[in-house]
């Protein structure tokens, strides 16, 4: 049963990834990943929340595997971040992917402790 929960997650996830990725990076006329930055904070700060609440008894684990495993192990994509940051690199856009590379682990990491502290906050 895990496993379909995941795959309907992910059938979701990946879908939605693309689509705000597309939507945020027209709104923008650079050569900056914002849509990928904006999956990848994103989903770290849901997942935040599912594994905080998880952690003090507030989610219970299929919604876990549901949301957190399948929904945001698709939305979120490490591999697009190196990626576009590469390729920013190649085209001699040495800033914009020194920037990006900072911006999206630090980004990351600090909406996936804010989630954290808001599932504590409601669960804990």
Do not use: K
């Not at 299929?62 to 698709?74: E, I, K, N, S």
């Amino acid at each position: 049963m895990t496993v379909l929960l995941v795959a309907l997650g992910a059938a979701v996830g990946a879908p939605l990834r693309y689509l705000i990725d597309r939507a945020v990076q027209a709104r923008h006329g650079s050569v900056f990943p914002w849509g990928t930055l904006t999956v990848n904070v994103t989903g770290s700060l849901v997942l935040g929340i599912l594994i905080g609440g998880a952690a003090v008894g507030g989610i219970p684990d299929p919604l876990v595997a549901l949301l957190g495993v399948g929904l945001c192990g698709a939305l979120t994509t490490y591999s697009t971040f190196g990626y576009e940051t590469i390729r920013l690199f190649e085209d001699g856009a040495h800033f914009p992917a020194l920037v990006n590379a900072g911006l999206s682990v630090v980004a990351a990491l600090g909406a996936a402790f804010v989630g954290v502290a808001i599932a504590e906050a409601l669960w804990g």
